[in-house]
């Protein structure tokens, strides 16, 4: 019997089942004999897509305002500049420069000597005339005459003082003693400092922001941590001069005279103001197709329930949230509709996201505003 060709099919069937064995992964079994398999009938595990990492926001209602700052300068409310009516030499200063004066006191006077004598003969020719009338040599009519002539000579005295007319403090004192002035010339400044106000200027693109009686807060350099508080009081009808700026006027409470005329200011016009509003930054929206969306995460609880441990992100999904805008400024957005309180929205917004999208929560930002 030969036994050469059972010897040769035992070494080709033992070579099968070696290459068999090395390449098991890509080898079947075929009516007990191992032959190769189809390219597709490999099975190989999907390869997820790593979840995008991402901050969020959680939502919460906030005092919610915008503010429109701006430079300004102290004036006195009342800054009267003080003349004379009349020409003559000034012949008493009463006050030095600061200091404070009351109603009725006498600021200034002018040399009164010719004022007087009028004033002295007036009075002598109405007494005159007075006991003519009683005697009835003379009319009615010349009674009357020398009695305004002598209020006028009164009137005439007047003129020759200055005097306050309300409480406050006599500011630069312009001449001296001796001078000759006349009704054009500048004597003094008198200040009321019950009240001051601000001017400050607007620049062309923020007129529309503004408006009378929007609320101000405004601090000095002398005392930077308090803040004074009032209202606009008077808004320019002109934008002028190179840098294109509105004229803003803006009254002050200053009981304890405190704030100086020519004192800077740093101004805030509250121009939008809410309470308990749903504000989220502006980096956390996206317009789209004329909308506007929110990427809204939804946190998902793993299978034994446990929160992420100490140094874990969590998880979750993204919902693209259309959303209703109430008021935005450069770094925050209340929101009218769309979101609710502790809702976690995406923030720094670069990318869209698609629906139900899987994302790493890497940061939970809290109370920023």
Known sequence: MNRKPFVTAGIVVA???????????????????????????????????????????KTARVSFRDTLPSLGTIKGFREVELKFPVA???????????????????LASL????????????????????????????VETKLKQSQLEY?????????????????????????????????????????????????????????????????VEVTVETYPDQVFKGQ????GPLVEGKSRTLKVRSKLPNVDEKIKPGMFGRVNVIVYEKEDALVIPSSSFKKKDDQYL????????????????????????????????????????EIKEGLEEGDLVVVDVEQDFQENARVEITETQEGIF
């Open 15 to 57: 070579a099968l089942f070696v290459v068999a064995y090395l390449l098991k992964e890509n080898i079947s079994c075929v009516g007990g004999f191992p032959a190769l398999k189809k390219t597709g009938e490999t099975l190989q595990k999907p390869v997820e897509e790593a979840p995008a990492p991402v901050k969020v926001y």
């Open 232 to 235: 606009v009081d008077s808004v």
């Open 88 to 106: 003559g030499v000034i012949e008493y200063l009463n006050f030095k420069e600061g200091e404070r004066v009351t109603q009725g006191d006498i």
């Open 111 to 138: 040399d009164q000597k010719e004022a007087l004598l009028k004033l002295e003969y007036a009075k002598i020719e109405a007494d005159k005339q007075a006991k003519l009338f009683e005697l009835g040599n003379i």
């Open 294 to 333: 929110a990427y809204v995460v939804h946190p998902v609880v793993p299978d034994n329930g446990a929160a992420p441990e100490e140094g874990q992100n969590a998880f979750g999904t993204i919902e693209a949230r259309t959303i209703e805008i109430a008021y935005a400024t450069p770094d925050a957005i």
């Open 151 to 215: 209020q006028s000579a009164k009137a005439e005295l007047e003129k020759t003082n200055l005097v306050a007319l309300s409480d406050g403090y006599l500011g630069s004192i312009a001449v001296d003693r001796g001078s000759y002035v006349t009704p054009q010339d500048r004597i003094g400044t008198f200040v009321d400092l019950k009240d001051v106000y601000v001017e400050f200027g607007v620049i062309e693109k923020d007129v529309a922001k503004i408006r009378e009686g929007q609320h």
